[in-house]
């Protein structure tokens, strides 16, 4: 982006400066030369990272790795709360046992490569399901493309739960390999 001062350009739209007003298409037909003189400076947009491992694509606000118990600004528990409809005219969000947590990154990364194992697994599923019910051999190749893709979720699994930062989980993600 073009920027004049605090003051940035955008192509296609005029600007004044100096109480000279520019046309819309100054930038474009200007040299650099001519941006130069006026104080006109090339500014890169700022690097956005990923947001599935970054808060607002800041890498100085990475997301957090480990799930967290969630509690009331008074140290105390929360739980998930349900509705109760006992009655009707005066429904209520009641606690349950059940903690409330908040899923940290390995958590999530977990339950996507276990989705999508499944997804892969699912198409060959009733190979699986002939074998059971009428003892009809699975192919070979079937059989070795289920195991792979078993042996690559399992994979991904324990070098995800083992990671100690945001980056490590960002090149074992990038690692992927289902063979397809």
Same mark, same amino acid.
């Given at each position: 982006?073009?920027?004049?001062?605090?003051?940035?350009?955008?192509?296609?739209?005029?600007?004044?400066?100096?109480?000279?007003?520019?046309?819309?298409?100054?930038?474009?037909?200007?040299?650099?030369?001519?941006?130069?003189?006026?104080?006109?400076?090339?500014?890169?947009?700022?690097?956005?990272?990923?947001?599935?491992?970054?808060?607002?694509?800041?890498?100085?606000?990475?997301?957090?790795?480990?799930?967290?118990?969630?509690?009331?600004?008074?140290?105390?528990?929360?739980? *998930?709360?349900?509705?109760?409809?006992?009655?009707?005219?005066?429904?209520?969000? &009641?606690?349950?046992? %059940? $903690? /409330?947590? #908040?899923?940290?990154?390995?958590?999530?990364?977990?339950?996507?490569?276990?989705?999508?194992?499944?997804?892969?697994?699912?198409?060959?599923?009733?190979?699986?399901?002939?074998?059971?019910?009428?003892? *009809?051999?699975?192919?070979?190749?079937?059989?070795?493309?289920?195991?792979?893709? &078993?042996?690559?979720? %399992? $994979? /991904?699994? #324990?070098?995800?739960?083992?990671?100690?930062?945001?980056?490590?989980?960002?090149?074992?993600?990038?690692?992927?390999?289902?063979?397809?």
């Amino acid at each position: 982006m073009y920027k004049l001062g605090n003051l940035t350009l955008r192509i296609g739209r005029g600007f004044t400066h100096a109480e000279v007003q520019y046309p819309s298409n100054w930038l474009q037909l200007s040299t650099e030369a001519d941006r130069t003189a006026l104080g006109i400076a090339w500014e890169a947009d700022p690097v956005r990272h990923d947001d599935r491992y970054y808060w607002d694509g800041n890498i100085n606000n990475p997301k957090a790795l480990e799930d967290k118990l969630e509690t009331k600004e008074d140290g105390t528990p929360l739980y *998930v709360q349900v509705l109760d409809n006992t009655d009707p005219e005066n429904p209520v969000m &009641v606690d349950t046992d %059940e $903690r /409330l947590v #908040t899923k940290g990154l390995k958590s999530n990364m977990i339950a996507q490569v276990k989705d999508t194992a499944g997804k892969l697994l699912a198409t060959t599923d009733w190979y699986v399901t002939r074998k059971v019910e009428r003892n *009809v051999d699975i192919p070979t190749d079937v059989a070795s493309k289920r195991a792979a893709i &078993v042996a690559e979720s %399992e $994979r /991904l699994e #324990t070098a995800i739960a083992g990671v100690d930062s945001v980056e490590a989980l960002i090149e074992v993600m990038n690692s992927q390999n289902w063979g397809e």
